[in-house]
Each structure stands twice: as C-alpha cells, then as structure tokens.
Nanobody, 118 residues
Framework: QVQLVESGGGLVQAGGSLRLSCAVS????????YTWYRQAPGKERELVAF???????NYADSVQGRFTISRDIIKNTVYLQMNSLNPEDTGVYYC????????????WGQGTQVTVSS
C-alpha cells in the first residue's frame, strides 16, 4: 500500500519558518519525482517546488530563495524548508509522488495546513 504522510504544518507568524515532511512508503522512493503543492482558500492548487530523481530542483517564482525542497533516500522522506513565511503562503500543502514515465502512477498525501499570521 502506497502512503504519503505529510507533517510539520502549523501556525506561524510572518517572517517565521516551518519544515514540512512527507514520509513515503510502498513505492521505490528514489525513482520518483516529488512535488509540493499548496492550495489556499478559494484558489486552485499550485505547484510550489519539485525534486526529480536525479536530485534536481525547481521552485515557483513566489517561493524562490525562501523555500528549499530536499529528500532523504535513507529515510524515504521529502522535506520542504520554508523560511521568511508571509500570509500569502497560507494554505494546505500536499506532497505528490510521480513516476516519470509514460502512464506512470501518481500518488498524493492528505495534506498539512500551514497558516501564517500577519
């Protein structure tokens, strides 16, 4: 059974930091692309950052320089370090795993709430 379990969300003041974790089980960890998405109230889900199988990373312009995505192949865990948070970062953050082949399976976590107060 595939599971992606996010944790680390919470309430933080503007300017603060949080580290989200996504514990992955049931898939071959190192061959998947991992993406963090977020969804603010009343808005569509948006891509925040991803890390590919080779360890390469990419970020949305809105978080570039503030957020860092990483992975621990031994712990089968993906992280999102979020610094200099602002109220616009508020939302539910979701972890996604996708195998980068045609027709590759895709999996989602249940999400973790991040709330940034001004």
């Amino acid at each position: 059974q595939v599971q992606l379990v996010e944790s680390g969300g919470g309430l933080v003041q503007a300017g603060g930091s949080l580290r989200l974790s996504c514990a992955v089980s049931g898939i071959h960890f190192s061959i998947h692309i991992y993406t963090w998405y977020r969804q603010a109230p009343g808005k569509e889900r948006e891509l925040v950052a991803f890390i590919n199988a080779g360890g390469g990373t990419n970020y949305a312009d809105s978080v570039q320089g503030r957020f860092t995505i990483s992975r621990d192949i031994i712990k089968n865990t993906v992280y999102l370090q979020m610094n200099s948070l602002n109220p616009e970062d508020t939302g539910v953050y979701y972890c996604n795993a996708r195998r980068p082949i045609a027709g590759g399976s895709e999996y989602w976590g249940q999400g973790t709430q991040v709330t940034v107060s001004s």
